[in-house]
């Protein structure tokens, strides 16, 4: 399959913001790493829940709340089928990576004891690093780091000394939102399994650009947010295998997730609804349905060929500034890169860009341990959708050069 047969304005009518302009300029939208544009079947997901739908889920005995009910659990069902879990009781419907993350880390955490060890990568997000801190203060658990490679992979010959009979969680990304290295999470997973761990995939910056499996990962969980695959902010999933969500504690208590209350004893539902206490994001979770159906109509070979060739024109065009470092060179990486220049503080760059409508994200990137690995305060990332152009890296390229004239 050949990336150019991949019909990028056949997506990109999909999704109107990109007519937009920035600041006088035709906006160039270069930061899918934070949040990703949504296509119209999204947004008027959501323009027809609230003008026709708007009821309350799982309680109603009324028309329009079994209606909701349906569409909610439907949105459940395929998401399901895209991430290939087993049953739709193991996906539930959390605030997004952060939520669902923090949710394992507690309810996880209470069945863990003093002296159990976490093992995380030097590369995670804030979100994978301090529900952990948090959780070993709490239980006087201990929170060991796999160490990373000057060129932004894991050091995967230090996992197997990180290991051990203490180990009770690896709770990795499967890709960096700030190297863009992809991790080969299917070894760690077998590594991490064979030293009788379960394993947390964060999968936040991956569910967006190639297809995934959580059966043929065999990944006790995996977590993502909704805004990041073209769905709505304030939802995304915690997928969880069923046979280990049905033996955690409740993560938080309220409506939808009891069984039976008394003040004598509460019993909880079943799953998903066990960790699903009160109101959910409804208009959210049904959105988020409508982005998985966007991304069960692409053909994905060529989503990851055509955003590949993207990643290699903006570093073989990036190579030519003089001064201009590219921090992450894993020889697997996605759709993301963040550089450095010489002199120049990240945060000027990104102004400039601003003001010629590209929009890049400057500064840590809520990965404060791999600025002081790298020792720079920060990087100018660029991170590709399958909506972004070739032309749109010339005009950013031009944008930086100019900008760079600028600041020298
Ligand atoms: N994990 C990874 C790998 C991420 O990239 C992010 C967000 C999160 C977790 C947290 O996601 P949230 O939706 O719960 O906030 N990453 C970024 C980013 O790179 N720029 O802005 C947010």
Avoid at 15 to 39: C, E, M
Avoid at 177 to 187: C, M, Q, R, Y
Avoid at 319 to 332: C, E, K, V, Y
Wanted: with cysteine; charged share 20%.
């Amino acid at each position: 399959m050949n990336a150019s047969q991949f019909n990028v304005e056949e997506i990109r009518n999909q999704f109107p913001i990109l007519q937009r302009s920035v600041n006088g300029k035709k906006l160039v939208y270069l930061d899918n790493g934070a949040t990703a544009q949504k296509p119209q079947l999204v947004i008027d997901s959501i323009t027809k829940y609230y003008s026709y739908e708007n009821a309350n889920i799982h309680r109603g005995v009324h028309l329009m709340s079994q209606e909701a009910t349906n569409a909610y659990e439907n949105a459940r069902t395929t998401i399901q089928s895209y991430i290939h879990a087993a049953e739709s009781c193991e996906v539930i419907f959390t605030k997004g990576t952060t939520d669902s993350i923090n949710l394992v880390a507690f309810s996880l955490g209470e069945t863990l004891q003093k002296g159990d060890e976490i093992l995380i990568s030097y590369m995670e997000h804030h979100s994978n690093i301090v529900p952990w801190q948090l959780l070993c203060e709490r239980k006087g658990l201990v929170l060991k780091v796999i160490p990373i490679r000057e060129n932004g992979e894991l050091d995967l010959e230090a996992v197997d000394n990180l290991l051990s009979e203490k180990t009770k969680l690896l709770s990795i990304t499967h890709v960096s939102n700030t190297l863009g290295t992809i991790n080969p999470v299917e070894d760690l997973i077998k590594k991490a399994h064979a030293a009788g761990a379960k394993v947390l995939i964060d999968g936040a910056q991956s569910i967006q650009h190639f297809p995934i499996d959580v059966q043929a990962l065999d990944c006790d969980f995996f977590a993502f947010s909704g805004h990041k695959v073209f769905g709505p902010t304030g939802v995304g999933i915690l997928y969880g295998k069923k046979q280990i969500l049905e033996n955690l504690p409740p993560y938080q208590g309220g409506g939808d997730m009891i069984a039976k209350v008394s003040f004598a004893k509460t019993t909880y539902n079943e799953l998903p609804h066990k960790f699903e206490a009160g109101t959910p994001h409804i208009s959210g979770g049904i959105a988020l349905g409508k982005a998985f159906e966007f991304m069960q109509q692409l053909n994905l070979e060529q989503v990851i060929e055509y955003e590949h060739s993207l990643l290699m024109y903006t570093e073989e065009v990036l190579s030519s500034f003089n001064g201009l470092r590219i921090i992450g060179t894993a020889s697997d990486k996605a759709s993301v890169v963040s550089f450095v220049v010489d002199n120049i503080h990240p945060f000027d760059i990104g102004t400039l860009l601003d003001k010629q409508g590209i929009a890049v994200r400057t500064g840590h990137h809520c990965t404060q341990p791999l600025m002081d690995f790298y020792q720079i305060p920060g990087t100018i990332r660029a991170s590709f959708a399958l909506y972004n152009t070739k032309a749109e890296i010339d005009l950013f390229a031009e944008a930086l050069a100019r900008a760079i004239q600028m600041l020298k």
